[in-house]
């Protein structure tokens, strides 16, 4: 159900994200932004995800219509240290070598904006791996795609099925999208 008649793009090129948004009925269209996803060391961790969701959003000011646009970026905090998207394999296990055992905080920072009116927002969510064997976090790595996605892993596929001991918040924050807070944000759209 949509809950308004106005245009919507999302500014992502996340199937996760697009998955979200359409099974929560959604329609809308999808856009990649073209901005570099850099960040002042200087922010503080829990601040990014929102500056860079309000970085992307930014991208589609100037040629905006009567459009809504949601931009949105995850990050994964483990001692207040960002770890991003692995360039490679040898990076992907070294990240979820760090993560094994551990606790660490998913953070998505979403923006919407319009013509009239621009709306931000953050989600934080807790997530606990149990300890994960080099044998586990390797066939991981090779058989499933890592490299999309903030902290090497992704809580839909294999390694969140075994590896995800407990979730403090919300799940669909985890997958890219806080799915319930945007659907109450866009309901006053």
């Known amino acids: 159900m949509n809950p308004f008649t106005r245009k919507l793009v999302l500014a992502s090129s996340s199937p996760r994200r697009q998955y979200l948004m359409k099974e929560s ?23 990014v995800a929102r500056y860079l969701a309000e970085k992307k959003a930014e991208f589609f000011r100037l040629n905006m ?8 970026d995850t990050v994964v905090i483990l001692d207040n240290t960002i770890i991003n998207k692995p360039e490679d394999r040898a990076e992907a296990i070294r990240m979820l070598t760090a993560l094994s055992g551990r606790t660490h905080r998913v953070m998505t920072g979403v923006c919407i904006i319009s013509k009239e009116k621009e709306e931000s927002f953050d989600e934080t969510t807790e997530v606990t791996f149990q300890t994960l064997t080099p044998h586990e976090i390797e066939y ?20 969140g099925m075994v590896a995800i001991q407990k979730i403090v918040g919300s799940y669909f924050n985890v997958m890219g999208l806080p799915i319930h807070k945007v659907y109450q944000y866009l309901r006053h759209w």
Do not use: N, S
């Open 25 to 47: 009925g959604f329609t809308f269209t999808t856009e990649k932004p073209g901005v570099d996803e850099t960040f002042p060391d200087t922010l503080p961790v829990e601040q």
């Open 65 to 72: 219509k009567d459009e809504i646009i949601l931009a949105a």
């Open 140 to 159: 991981y790595v090779d058989h499933h795609k890592p490299y999309d996605k903030a902290g090497a892993y992704g809580a839909q596929d294999w390694i």
